[in-house]
C-alpha cells in the first residue's frame, strides 16, 4: 500500500523557519519526482516545489523562491521542505505529493500556521 | 506560467444525472492534464491522469476528454459519493498549475 505521512506543520511566528518531513513507502521512491502542495484551509490547491528522483534538479512557485528548499533523501525514502522567512500567507496544508505526469500519490498534510 | 480556467466553480446535481466540468489551459499542454477529486478534510485523490486515462481503482463512470487546450471531466451518472470538489492540474508547464476547483453538490 502506498503511503506517505508528513509531520512538523506547527504554528511559528512570521519570520520563523519550520522543516516539513514526508516518509514515503510501498512504491520505488527513487524513481519518483516528489512534490509538496498547498492548500489555505477553504481554498484552492497550489504547486509548491518539485525535485527530480535523484535530487539534482529542483523547482519552486516564485512566492517560495530564495525563502524555501525541497530535498531528498532516497536511502530513506524521506522528502524534506526547509522553510525559512515564513510569512502569514503561507499558512496552509501543506501536502506532500508522489509523481510526475502525473503527480498520483498524496500524503494527509500537516498543517503549517504563521501567525503573531 | 500556464493559467488553468475551471468552469463551473460550483453545480448541483441529482442521482443519476450526467455532469461535466471544463478546464481551459492558456497555451497548449499536450496530454499532461490530470483530475482530482477532493472530499472534506482529505487529500486529494487522482481520478483521471494524460486527459483521459483512469487511475487505477476509480469507477467507470469517470472519463476525460479533450485536447490542446480544453479538457473535460465527465461523471456519467453521479452518485451521492460524488460529492466532493474537483481540480484539473497540468504539470506539462513549470510551474504546474492548478484549476480553481469545482465543487460538486449531490441533491
Known amino acids: 500500500e502506498v503511503q506517505l505521512v508528513e509531520s512538523g506543520g506547527a504554528l511559528v511566528q512570521p519570520g520563523g523557519s519550520l522543516r516539513l518531513s514526508c516518509v514515503a513507502s510501498?512504491?520505488?521512491?527513487?524513481?519518483?519526482?516528489m512534490n509538496w502542495v498547498r492548500q489555505v484551509p477553504g481554498e484552492g490547491l497550489e504547486w509548491v516545489a518539485y525535485?527530480?528522483?535523484?535530487?539534482?534538479?529542483?523547482y519552486y512557485v516564485d512566492s517560495a523562491k530564495g525563502r524555501f528548499s525541497i530535498s531528498r533523501d532516497n536511502a530513506k525514502n524521506s522528502l524534506v521542505l526547509q522553510m525559512n522567512s515564513l510569512r502569514v500567507e503561507d499558512t496552509a496544508i501543506y501536502y506532500c505529493?508522489?509523481?510526475?505526469?502525473?503527480?498520483w500519490g498524496w500524503g494527509q498534510g500537516t498543517l503549517v500556521t504563521v501567525s503573531s | 506560467a500556464v493559467q488553468m480556467t475551471q468552469s463551473p466553480s460550483s453545480l448541483s446535481a441529482s442521482v443519476g444525472d450526467r455532469v461535466t466540468i471544463t478546464c481551459r489551459a492558456s497555451q497548449g499542454i499536450r496530454y499532461d492534464l490530470g483530475w482530482y477529486q477532493q472530499k472534506p478534510g482529505k487529500a486529494p485523490k487522482l481520478l483521471i491522469y494524460a486527459v483521459s486515462s483512469l487511475q487505477r481503482g476509480v469507477p467507470s463512470r469517470f472519463s476525460g476528454s479533450g485536447s490542446g487546450t480544453d479538457f473535460s471531466l465527465t461523471i456519467k451518472s453521479v452518485q451521492p459519493e460524488d460529492s466532493a470538489t474537483y481540480y484539473c492540474?497540468?504539470?506539462?508547464?513549470?510551474?504546474?498549475?492548478f484549476g480553481l476547483g469545482t465543487k460538486l453538490e449531490i441533491k
Open positions: 505529493a508522489s509523481g510526475l505526469q502525473p503527480v
Open positions: 510501498g512504491f520505488t521512491f527513487s524513481s519518483e519526482w
Open positions: 492540474l497540468q504539470d506539462h508547464n513549470y510551474p504546474p498549475t
Open positions: 525535485i527530480k528522483q535523484d535530487g539534482s534538479e529542483q
